[in-house]
């Protein structure tokens, strides 16, 4: 008997907007899941987090992904990712595109270092813009 893919399997392969090419899977969260991608105009690999099929439904779920688009698209700072592009391809998917930084996660770097300077270096300056 064959597993049947994931969800977040599926996209693999898959061709955003002609732009982003999904590569692999990097994470889960509470709206959806994140990808590493290819940008196929500039080459170079960008950070894709794509809303879940059923919050993509949900009025007040698709409003609240656009809003942290919007809003993170307007953080300028050193220890912020820089957001890219956000979009809805013409079968539903909505997706946002950010940066992509190779290395560890914020949480694991602060595990490791006992540090939290960075992370509220970036709040702070996030926390202080209108």
Excluded at 75 to 99: C, R, W
Aim: contains cysteine; positive net charge.
């Amino acid at each position: 008997m064959s597993k049947k893919p994931s969800t977040s399997d599926l996209l693999i392969g898959m061709i955003l907007d002609d732009k982003y090419k999904i590569e692999r899977h990097i994470g889960r969260g509470g709206m959806g899941s994140v990808y590493i991608a290819h940008h196929t105009k500039f080459n170079k690999q960008v950070a894709v987090k794509v809303l879940s099929r059923d919050m993509t439904e949900d009025p007040t779920c698709y409003e609240r992904f656009k809003r942290e688009a919007d809003a993170s698209a307007r953080i300028k700072h050193p220890n912020a990712v820089s957001v890219i592009d956000f979009g809805q391809t013409s079968d539903d998917i909505v997706y946002l595109v950010m940066e992509y930084v190779d290395g560890l996660t914020l949480r694991k770097l602060l595990e490791r270092e006992k540090c939290w300077y960075w992370g509220c270096a970036s709040g702070k300056h996030c926390s202080s813009r209108p």
